[in-house]
């Protein structure tokens, strides 16, 4: 009976040691397995936080670039706005019937060369006059064409362009290619460089006679 007390209880304790044993085996697997786990969730915190972080660096650049890209329009424009062209000498169309001047401005550059006028070019100014009016129709591209024939028409006289680049510069900018208009300004610099005004003029005498034309064509009584 003693013998037999025995062996059980070496059976039990053998059976008891097993169970420790498994249940040691089994915190050591999850052990392991939280381990893991958290390496892996580790690994993705920090992507996570790596993709987060490119995110929000890339918004703030583009936040930063918008903002530079308006403050450059902004200088363009005051640029711009500095010119003396149709642009800014406050033309508008309540005040004139734009499809009479038109046809009035056609007949002008139809007209054989012998009979213009010699001492001035008046197919340059009256094309300036034509891109104004198809401008202010809504049509800028016909404007530019209008432009581009008045460049041809004074292409032997820098100081006659004046008028005509700053009309340019203008049209571009509207039609959104400010990289152009940039170009038309950098010559307008270049034109100022070489034939600066006499003081105390603030005008080329070319540039005031357009002007002066230009606000007659297109005020209300002519």
Not at 115 to 122: G, R, S
Request: charged share 30%.
């Amino acid at each position: 009976m003693k013998e037999r007390t025995n062996n059980e209880e070496g059976e039990w304790g053998e059976g008891l040691a097993m169970a420790k044993g498994q249940r040691r085996r089994r915190r050591r697997r999850r052990r392991m397995v939280k381990q893991k786990h958290s390496r892996v969730n580790g690994r993705r915190m920090v992507m996570d936080w790596k993709r987060g972080w490119r995110g929000f660096k890339g918004r703030t650049g583009e936040q930063a670039g918008g903002a530079g890209s308006g403050e450059e329009n902004e200088n363009l424009r005051s640029e711009l706005e500095k010119l003396e062209c149709h642009f800014t000498w406050g033309l508008t169309a309540q005040d004139v019937n734009l499809n009479f001047l038109e046809v009035k401005f056609r007949d002008v550059v139809s007209l054989p060369e012998d009979a213009l006028p010699q001492e001035i070019n008046l197919k340059g100014r009256t094309y300036n006059h034509l891109a104004y009016v198809k401008h202010l129709q809504g049509c800028n591209q016909e404007a530019l064409g209008y432009l581009g024939k008045a460049v041809e028409e004074n292409a032997d006289n820098a100081k006659s362009c004046i008028v005509t680049y700053g009309n340019l510069a203008w049209v571009h900018h509207l039609m959104g290619d400010d990289r152009e208009a940039e170009t038309y300004l950098r010559r307008l610099e270049e034109i100022n460089e070489s034939f600066p005004t006499p003081p105390p003029a603030a005008l080329h005498c070319k540039v005031f006679g357009e002007k002066a034309w230009s606000l007659l064509k297109f005020s209300k009584n002519h």
